[in-house]
């Protein structure tokens, strides 16, 4: 069985920062494994944020966060990062951290297999 758990959740100011962790447990590492980022905000559906494969020799972003989220992962503590900075009143939504196995459509949500319960995001203006 894989868990995966995410932390970092916060509320801040719209210009400020949070890293978000998503650690996964039950030897979920893969050579095919990719790791994804999405969001919910209220009344939205839910929508990609960023991806990486477990060999982090693929990374993938939603056009709206490009230069300003940047995701990463430690093997050796089998966590995956994603810094967020410049943050804006639109990123406010839950966060939800994902696997799959097999890196075609990084950004499609129904290809994932395993979610995490999720962390809030507030900024606020």
């Known amino acids: 069985q894989v868990q995966l758990v995410e932390s970092g959740g916060g509320s801040v100011q719209a210009g400020g920062s949070l890293r978000l962790s998503c650690a996964a447990s039950g030897r979920a590492s893969s050579i095919s494994a990719m790791v994804g980022w999405f969001r919910r905000a209220p009344g939205k559906e839910r929508g990609f944020v960023a991806a990486?494969?477990?060999?982090?020799?693929?990374?993938y972003y939603a056009d709206s966060v490009k230069g300003r989220f940047t995701i990463s992962r430690d093997n050796a503590k089998n966590t995956v990062y994603l810094q967020m900075n410049s943050l804006k009143p639109e990123d406010t939504a839950v966060y939800y951290c994902?696997?799959?196995?097999?890196?075609?459509?990084?950004?499609?949500?129904?290809?994932?297999?395993?979610w995490g319960q999720g962390t809030q995001v507030t900024v606020s203006s």
């Open positions: 990486i494969s477990w060999s982090g020799d693929s990374t």
């Open positions: 994902a696997l799959k196995f097999g890196s075609a459509s990084a950004a499609r949500a129904s290809e994932y297999a395993y």
